[in-house]
């Protein structure tokens, strides 16, 4: 699905030296090599504040921690993600209430959030799924209008821009996930909080720190959620070209789209929202027939393929007492949605060749 180690070989020397200055440095946790990489990003992005920390699923709680969510507080959010969006609500006491996706982007529906906010409701949690922003315009009016907070799920959409404006500083935080697989994947679990508001940032920090501002005194309760400088490194050299890679991603949905246009019966291509720019983190199509019977033709032709989503949240045992029929287009979305390779190192003839075995696949079942 994606091809981390294609992509190291060609920028190995720049990368190697990078980790081998760390290692020489004697400075392994935060650092100058941390504060570097979050400078970075903040003139990538737009934002005034980034605070680096471990992982996606780490930023999302100190995220919802630096607001302060207690148990019973209600966070509005979509049932179709990775399940840390809704773990680390209930981790805090919080109750995840979602609503249905859009068929056509697969993000929150937003025209179904107002219906869902209660008194108790504190925080909207937009994902932008597959690296195509939510609408955010919608999300931040309805978050304005009842005193919501929004929190953005960057996590799979780093340099995805909503109406022009990069995510990750249109809500009033976000998340982001450096997991080796995204589209600026570190080579280990890595993570980012950014805001543009100087208490949240102060407060993210500082929990990130143990809850601590001054060495050995604790005035709120933190975690241990810190980056280690030779991930920030590497993620230094790998920001350079984050915008090529997520052009030459954006040349394959390309591609992959014009190809699958001429098949409407058998698929459904990605449909972009006009206000959306995004990163293609995933290439996902909707298939009209049973997947099975893909499945096992492209296991056989050597390509890979992935279900990003089958189980969507509501059914979870974990975090959800949702029922079969609750959110209907996302339990649609779960049972015909297929990912197909979608990474920087992807070749014309590569596409073509899934593509090929994709339409081969689906004729082979439709008979
Ligand atoms: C939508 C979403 N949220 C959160 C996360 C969590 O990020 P991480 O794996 O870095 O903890 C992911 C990671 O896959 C994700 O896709």
Redesign the pocket.
């Known amino acids: 699905m994606v091809d981390v180690l294609g992509q190291y070989h060609r920028y190995q020397d720049e990368i190697d030296s990078a980790v081998l200055e760390v290692v020489r440095s004697g400075k392994y946790i935060n650092g100058p090599y941390v504060a570097r990489f979050e400078r970075a990003m903040e003139s990538y992005l737009g934002v005034k504040h980034a605070i680096a920390c471990a992982?996606?699923?780490?930023a999302?709680q100190l995220a919802l921690m630096a607001i302060e969510i207690k148990p019973g507080d209600e966070v509005i959010t979509t049932p179709f993600?990775?399940a840390?969006?809704a773990e680390t609500i209930v981790l805090l006491g919080g109750v995840p209430v979602y609503v249905d996706i859009d068929p056509e982007t697969f993000n929150m529906d937003v025209e179904q959030i107002e219906s869902k906010i209660t008194p108790r409701t504190r925080a909207i949690v937009p994902?932008h799924?597959f690296g195509q922003p939510a609408n955010m315009t919608r999300i931040n009016e309805i978050a304005h209008k009842h005193g919501l907070v929004v929190i953005e799920?960057a996590?799979?959409a780093v340099g995805a821009k909503w109406e022009g404006k990069m995510v990750c500083g249109i809500g009033d935080m976000a998340?982001i996930?450096?997991?080796p697989s995204k589209n600026l994947g570190a080579f280990g679990?890595?993570?980012m909080v950014t805001t543009n508001d100087d208490k949240l940032a102060h407060a993210v920090r500082t929990i990130a720190n143990h809850g601590s501002e001054r060495a050995y005194y604790h005035d709120r309760l933190g975690v241990n959620s810190r980056l280690d400088a030779i991930q920030a490194a590497i993620l230094n050299v790998k920001l350079q070209y984050l915008d090529e890679w997520n052009e030459a991603r954006a040349a394959a949905a390309r591609m992959y789209t014009s190809i699958f246009s001429e098949y409407p019966a058998l698929l459904r291509t990605p449909s972009v929202d006009s206000r959306a720019t995004p990163i293609w983190h995933q290439y996902s199509v909707m298939l009209s027939g049973p997947r099975e019977a893909l499945a096992a033709h492209l296991k056989s032709a050597g390509v890979p393929f992935n279900i990003y989503y089958p189980v969507p949240l509501h059914l979870q045992k974990a975090y959800g007492d949702g029922k079969l029929g609750d959110f209907p287009h996302t339990e649609h979305a779960a049972s015909h949605i297929l990912s197909l390779p979608m990474h920087s190192e992807l070749t014309s003839e590569d596409v073509a060749y899934i593509a090929g075995e994709v339409i081969a696949g689906l004729l082979i079942a439709h008979d």
């Open positions: 992982s996606g699923t780490d999302l993600t990775f840390a969006t994902v799924l799920d996590a799979q998340a996930s450096f997991y679990d890595a993570g």
